[in-house]
């Protein structure tokens, strides 16, 4: 496989053609906040956190990172004013599904995100879909899925495929980056998976 020079944070970096930004960055041991990243699946882009400004051949953009393929002499910058300016908000969005959440906490504390900036809509999940798809890429079970569209998205489990599946996994329960999968699964379990016949 060829190999491919760009610069991140005016550092050289050589990395394999068909990398992601976010590949070739942590490649060379520079980081870049992500929450729905996962190195076992597919590219997503969905927390939008990875954002990095780009410049090829003269021209200056944002693109997400874990998603944005490398190219020969790309010039990267990862921090600058206005990409933790949007990170910030990013977060503050975020926090106001999850509030309590530790890994936006700790984020919340490096770009100076208010954790009150913006109404509370407390659902506990910001919709990063590890787990969605962990269990549709690596597991091929499908036991939690995503539930209606736009701002009423949901994550739910699957109860009939959940019952037979889930007790003997649950490898997703620590990729919730706030938590909210385990108390959800709880949930569903007490309300819609079978119970075992008692014995006496």
Sequence with gaps: MSEIRLQIDNKEVTAKAGMTLLEAAQSA?????????????????????CIVEVEERGWTKLVVSCV?????????????EKIDRIRKTIIELLMTHAPDSPRLKELAEEYGAVR?????????????????????????????????????????????????????CKECFPLCPTSYLQAAFVLVESLAFPKAPQRF
Excluded: Q
């Design 68 to 80: 944005y393929l490398i190219a020969e002499n790309l010039v990267v910058r990862t921090r600058s």
């Design 29 to 49: 041991g520079i980081e870049i906040p992500t929450l729905c990243h996962h190195e076992k699946l597919e590219p997503y882009g969905g927390c939008r956190l």
């Design 116 to 168: 009150d900036r913006f109404e509370k809509d407390a659902s506990f999940c910001i919709h990063c879909g590890l787990c969605v798809r962990y269990c549709a890429e690596v597991k091929k079970k499908n036991a939690v899925g995503f539930v209606d569209r736009g701002v009423r998205k949901e994550i739910s489990f699957i109860p009939g495929i959940a019952a037979k599946e889930c007790n003997s």
